[in-house]
């Protein structure tokens, strides 16, 4: 039996990475992938755990070779999935997750049709605002490009299969694991 891809995306700070971690951790027969980024490392964060961390001429090369299933710029930094893994994991039998930029989870589906599309949806653009000025992760010029992203992404939300607000994380969770029962076979 091939494995079930699942395409999660949502503004930044909406709590995709919070969702996902409590997930894996009642799911540890999901696997998460790893993406391959250009931007520099946040605190604690690890290369071949959170990303595979690498140059810009490192990804050039890999659009080249065509090795990505998809990839995006995003706050100036690139972005990308493998396709290798993606394939290698689903032939397995192993449900994977990708968590992606809204313009990368279009790649997907439209490469892969059969993937579940999950869109994390702030409660509002005012608790969005705040949730990434709480991280103290980002200077205020970033702050400001990632809220104008905020319109595009909310517009491309009707395009995935489904869409959770997270205004409350215990249910958004409940949500986000009724969707993967659903849907994982």
Not at 32 to 52: H, L, Q
Not at 90 to 107: H, S, Y
Request: with cysteine; proline share 3%.
């Amino acid at each position: 039996m091939t494995g079930r891809l699942f395409i999660i995306a949502g503004c930044s700070g909406v709590g995709k990475g919070t969702i996902l971690k409590m997930f894996l951790e009642k799911n540890p027969d999901v696997k998460f992938s790893i993406s391959a980024t250009t931007r520099n490392p946040r605190e604690g964060e690890k290369d071949g755990v959170n990303y595979f961390f690498i140059s810009e001429d490192e990804f050039q090369k890999a659009i080249e070779n065509k090795e990505f299933l998809e990839w995006a710029e995003f706050s100036g930094n690139f972005y990308g999935t493998k396709k290798s893994f993606v394939e290698k994991t689903l032939a397995k039998g192993i449900d994977l997750i990708l968590e992606i930029e809204v313009q990368g989870a279009k790649q997907v589906k439209e490469k892969m049709p059969d993937a579940v599309s999950i869109f994390i949806m702030p409660p509002s653009i005012e608790e969005l605002e705040k949730r990434l000025r709480g991280r103290h992760t980002e200077d205020e010029a970033t702050i400001q490009k990632r809220l104008k992203q905020v319109e595009r992404e909310l517009e491309a939300s009707k395009t995935f299969d489904y869409i959770i607000v997270n205004d409350n994380l215990e249910k958004a969770l409940t949500q986000f694991q009724n969707i993967y029962d659903e849907r994982k076979e």
